[in-house]
């Protein structure tokens, strides 16, 4: 079984350009996550999307950033323009819907994330 | 709202000794607690989870945690530590369901010959 994919691995970009990260779950997970790692901080969630709705946006840093995960499968996270700040290692997770079987839900795994350089 | 603390950033050891990584918790109910290790180069690649039970928790490359609930810790072990666990390693919690996971901020660990 396939695990979690992210496209690119690695993108350098300036200040002011335009940048669409994206994830493949693992097939069949319904829950998709999005998470970053700015310059050796701890890893913080971004959003998470219950198929192709948006369950949790709470932790967008701001409305530069865009995510969406059209037809429920995989999902594009754009950030525009982006600002320095912005750099840092993007990370995509996924889990099952079980709702009898909360571990199967709660278990994340993620993907190997795209680090996203902004000169 | 849960938190997690790692309170060592970076930890050395020999190969072949022991190894003993920190993680404390603050979550009001019980929680869901992961660790999950950083390679070079790689992804997260989740090591164990303890959910519930024994507090006593395998995991994959020969790893185990306990969970003490009264010292509200999720410490990592490993008897005999091997070059290639060379990685950081982040402790992680979880209110249960669908939520987000919440992490600390990584220990990263070196192993000398």
């Known amino acids: 079984e396939a695990g979690v994919t992210q496209f690119p691995s690695h993108s350098v970009i300036e200040k002011g350009q335009t940048v669409t990260l994206r994830c493949d779950p693992i097939?069949?997970?319904?829950?998709l996550y999005w998470y970053r790692r700015v310059m050796g901080k701890e890893i913080k969630f971004l959003l998470h999307?219950?198929?192709?709705?948006?369950?949790?946006e709470s932790g967008m840093p701001n409305n530069r950033f865009l995510a969406e995960r059209t037809g429920g499968t995989y999902s594009t996270l754009k950030v525009q323009p982006a600002e320095l700040e912005d750099s840092g290692v993007y990370f995509c997770?996924?889990?099952?819907?079980?709702?009898?079987?909360?571990?199967?839900?709660?278990?994340?795994?993620f993907g190997p994330g795209t680090r996203l350089t902004v000169l | 709202a849960q938190s997690v603390t790692q309170p060592d950033i970076h930890i050395t050891v020999s190969e072949g000794a022991s190894l003993e990584l920190r993680c404390n918790y603050s979550?009001?109910?019980?929680?869901?607690l992961f660790w999950y290790v950083q390679s070079p180069g790689q992804g997260l690649q989740l090591l164990l989870k303890?959910?519930?039970?024994?507090?006593l928790v395998q995991g994959i490359k020969g790893f185990e945690a306990e969970f003490k609930r009264s010292q509200s810790s999720f410490n990592l072990r490993k008897p005999s530590v091997h070059w290639s666990d060379a990685a950081e390693y982040f402790c992680?919690?979880?209110?249960?369901?669908?939520?987000?996971?919440?992490f600390g901020t990584g220990t990263k660990l070196q192993v000398i010959p």
């Open positions: 992680a919690v979880s209110t249960g369901g669908y939520q987000k996971v919440t």
């Open positions: 999307f219950v198929k192709e709705s948006k369950q949790d």
């Open positions: 979550y009001g109910a019980t929680p869901y």
């Open positions: 997770a996924s889990s099952q819907v079980r709702y009898r079987l909360a571990e199967t839900t709660t278990t994340q795994y």
């Open positions: 097939s069949g997970h319904d829950n």
């Open positions: 303890y959910f519930s039970g024994d507090t």
